[in-house]
């Protein structure tokens, strides 16, 4: 997959993100499609595909949802990956169900490091916790990141890995 490849796929979840899955709501909560790609992403396929996912993404997320301050989404996606890809390669193997466990810790990180970024950038009151709804979350991004790692990983079975110069 190429990075033009990824740039695009970050516009299209994006996209469908802050459009369908606003009204779509899952167990009454929405997950967070683009967090779960990009860490399905970084584990499988690496840090340049996964950053270029978190950074259009998180980009896009700011400017197309209203209480967004821009920048923030990215940040808290930057900060996610690199979390994501520091665990997976400390773990040297990463199988379904390890991606499955580092999206669910790491979406918990993500949600409480947006939450007092938008808090400090809005200038609003930092609200309490609330571990249900965030565990609700992560447990579908887990499942939505094991669903995406699979398919990089048959997309680059399939049709391998692009070729880059080396320096």
Same mark, same amino acid.
């Given at each position: 997959?190429?990075? =033009?490849?990824?740039?695009?796929? #970050?516009?299209? %979840? ?59 989404? +990215?940040? %808290?996606? =930057? ?17 379904? !169900? ?25 200038? +609003? ?26 398919? #990089?990983?048959? !997309? ?12």
């Amino acid at each position: 997959m190429s990075l =033009l490849i990824a740039a695009v796929g #970050a516009t299209i %979840a994006a996209i469908f993100e802050s459009s369908v899955l606003t009204r779509l709501l899952i167990v009454g909560v929405k997950p967070d499609l683009v967090l779960a790609i990009t860490l399905a992403t970084v584990i499988v396929l690496g840090f340049e595909h996964g950053i270029v996912w978190a950074f259009v993404g998180g980009l896009l997320l700011d400017i197309l949802l209203p209480d967004r301050t821009l920048g923030s989404t +990215t940040l %808290a996606l =930057l900060l996610a990956a690199g979390a994501a890809l520091v665990i997976a390669r400390a773990a040297d193997v990463p199988g379904s !169900l390890l991606i499955g466990l580092i999206t669910f810790v790491v979406a918990f990180v993500y949600q409480a490091v947006l939450m007092v970024l938008l808090a400090t950038t809005t200038g +609003t009151e930092l609200q309490p916790l609330n571990a249900p709804v965030f565990a609700a979350i992560a447990i579908i991004d887990a499942a939505i990141a094991v669903a995406a790692a699979w398919t #990089a990983g048959a !997309l680059e079975q399939r049709f391998g890995r692009a070729d880059r110069l080396t320096w």
